[in-house]
């Protein structure tokens, strides 16, 4: 059996995912995307969990596929590393990038990514479906996929364009250079730059403001709300979903105690649990089309 891959840990209502391959640069491996996967559930399932943060051990975030099995990386998908296939899609084997990257996007918690250094390939992929993304000022980026003479995964065809822009996403695929921290923040891929040092402090201290201060119920449906928004048709789609969430949660205690610490001048203590399914009339998203097997 494979060493672990990861850390996971949770203090203070802040689970952290700590990509642990730090002589590998924290390259991705199947068994990776299955501990990635897995720790995503575990923070969306535990109600003392109010926020993720994700970074990577040692000087690199990820620096893309493990390349270590030679020129045959990508014909068989590394998959002498872990289970043979990871379901089907469309009767295909499952890219392994959006079998770790898309747990994060059906998560409740918001999900701050800390990219402390290169991000390539899969390591710039897997944090598009974060909520935040904050960059050192060593981290470098590349979705360098056409460049190995592949296709970008981790559904990134879907994230990018809707986070960057189709131009900046078209640039940097059709290019497939690796850029700094500077051009990311320029291209709108991170919101913000900072010293090396104080990069996992700030992602913490976002964190812990998430936790401490607001309804976990309401910031899990308006996350969930705000990404299926970018695929509605219409205002309409969002009007009838925000109506419906309105109604739950202001008869929800939640409501009530934010009201009432509000005008008592005193710290909200929100109870309200998570529970399973969907939130305030919010369906979970994303859901597996009927063509996906697991």
Same mark, same amino acid.
Request: overall charge negative; aromatic content about 6%; charged content about 20%.
């Given at each position: 059996?494979?060493?672990?891959?990861?850390?996971?840990?949770?203090?203070?209502?802040?689970?952290?995912?700590?990509?642990?391959?730090?002589?590998?640069?924290?390259?991705?491996?199947?068994?990776?995307?299955?501990?990635?996967?897995?720790?995503?559930?575990?923070?969306?399932?535990?109600?003392?969990?109010?926020?993720?943060?994700?970074?990577?051990?040692?000087?690199?975030?990820?620096?893309?596929?493990?390349?270590? &099995?030679?020129?045959?990386?990508?014909?068989?998908?590394?998959?002498?590393?872990?289970?043979?296939?990871?379901?089907?899609?469309?009767?295909?084997?499952?890219?392994?990038?959006?079998?770790?990257?898309?747990?994060?996007?059906?998560?409740?918690?918001?999900?701050?990514?800390?990219?402390?250094?290169? &991000?390539?390939?899969?390591?710039?992929?897997?944090?598009?479906?974060?909520?935040?993304?904050?960059?050192?000022?060593?981290?470098?980026?590349?979705?360098?996929?056409?460049?190995?003479?592949?296709?970008?995964?981790?559904?990134?065809?879907?994230?990018?364009?809707?986070?960057?822009?189709?131009?900046?996403?078209?640039?940097?695929?059709?290019?497939?250079?690796?850029?700094?921290?500077?051009?990311?923040?320029?291209?709108?891929?991170?919101?913000?730059?900072?010293?090396?040092?104080?990069?996992?402090?700030?992602?913490?201290?976002?964190?812990?403001?998430?936790?401490?201060?607001?309804?976990?119920?309401?910031?899990?449906?308006?996350?969930?709300?705000?990404?299926?928004?970018?695929?509605?048709?219409?205002?309409?789609?969002?009007?009838?979903?925000?109506?419906?969430?309105?109604?739950?949660?202001?008869?929800?205690?939640?409501?009530?105690?934010?009201?009432?610490?509000?005008?008592?001048?005193?710290?909200?203590?929100?109870?309200?649990?998570?529970?399973?399914? &969907?939130?305030?009339?919010?369906?979970?998203?994303?859901?597996?089309?009927?063509?996906?097997?697991?």
């Amino acid at each position: 059996m494979s060493p672990p891959q990861l850390r996971y840990e949770v203090a203070d209502g802040v689970a952290t995912i700590t990509l642990d391959r730090p002589d590998r640069l924290n390259a991705f491996t199947p068994v990776m995307a299955g501990e990635l996967g897995r720790a995503a559930a575990a923070a969306d399932a535990d109600e003392a969990v109010r926020a993720v943060v994700v970074t990577g051990a040692g000087r690199a975030f990820c620096a893309g596929a493990d390349l270590g &099995a030679g020129s045959g990386t990508f014909a068989d998908r590394g998959r002498a590393e872990g289970p043979p296939v990871q379901g089907t899609v469309d009767g295909v084997a499952r890219d392994w990038g959006g079998v770790a990257s898309l747990p994060f996007a059906a998560l409740r918690k918001p999900v701050i990514a800390a990219v402390n250094g290169p &991000a390539v390939g899969i390591g710039a992929t897997m944090v598009l479906p974060m909520d935040v993304r904050i960059a050192a000022e060593s981290a470098r980026f590349g979705f360098v996929f056409a460049r190995r003479g592949i296709t970008p995964e981790a559904a990134s065809s879907w994230f990018l364009p809707r986070v960057v822009g189709i131009s900046q996403a078209m640039e940097w695929v059709a290019t497939g250079r690796v850029f700094g921290a500077a051009e990311a923040l320029r291209g709108r891929l991170v919101s913000r730059v900072v010293p090396d040092a104080d990069l996992l402090p700030t992602a913490l201290e976002l964190a812990h403001e998430i936790a401490d201060n607001t309804s976990g119920v309401a910031v899990a449906a308006a996350r969930q709300m705000l990404w299926s928004m970018l695929g509605a048709s219409s205002p309409w789609d969002a009007h009838r979903v925000e109506s419906r969430a309105l109604a739950e949660l202001g008869s929800g205690p939640d409501a009530a105690e934010g009201v009432a610490a509000f005008l008592a001048k005193r710290p909200a203590e929100f109870r309200a649990p998570l529970g399973s399914g &969907a939130v305030a009339g919010v369906p979970r998203w994303p859901l597996p089309p009927d063509d996906v097997t697991s």
